[in-house]
């Protein structure tokens, strides 16, 4: 398999997906981390992991991982307002910054997404696992902290 068939977003955008890429997400997650403690705001940030991307690209051709890809990323921009930041951060990789929300409100997110990606998905990959980590910041936490809690929570999912 061509190990390039789904790239890595680079930079500001991501191509494949129209989401914000990686740079933007960085710049967020500090601007909105700190904005949230300063100001004793909620802010939470929600990752996202894709499984079985690299096996559709293998089994039924890039151009339905790039759709699949696509879709995912609608999923996920729906379910988010205006004021929310949508990102793909990594190959397989999504992260979402959710302003003005707490925790039970994020899994309200989570909730809508896993609710309306099954129904989006073309057919043939039903084998995609759309796995969730999330977190809200702590008093004086940093952003690094912050994802890496989030990410915590995503590797316990993908283990179950």
Request: glycine residues 8%; aromatic residues 6%.
């Amino acid at each position: 398999m061509d190990e390039l068939a789904i790239p890595e977003p680079i930079g500001w955008e991501d191509d494949l997906t129209g989401l914000d890429g990686p740079d933007l997400w960085q710049r967020v997650l500090v601007a909105e981390t700190a904005r949230a403690d300063k100001y004793r705001r909620p802010f939470t940030v929600v990752v996202a992991e894709l499984e079985g991307i690299l096996d559709i690209s293998e089994a039924f051709g890039t151009d339905l991982a790039r759709h699949t890809m696509r879709v995912i990323a609608q999923c996920l921009r729906r379910e988010t307002r205006a004021s929310d930041y949508c990102t793909r951060i990594a190959l397989t990789r999504f992260g979402v910054a959710l302003t003005e929300t707490d925790e039970v409100e994020a899994v309200n997110f989570v909730e809508r997404v896993r609710e309306s990606v099954p129904a989006s998905l073309p057919g043939g990959v039903e084998a995609l696992r759309l796995s969730f980590g999330w977190a809200s910041p702590e008093p004086g936490e940093s952003a690094g902290s912050l994802v890496t809690r989030a990410e915590r929570r995503l590797i316990g999912e993908l283990l179950r």
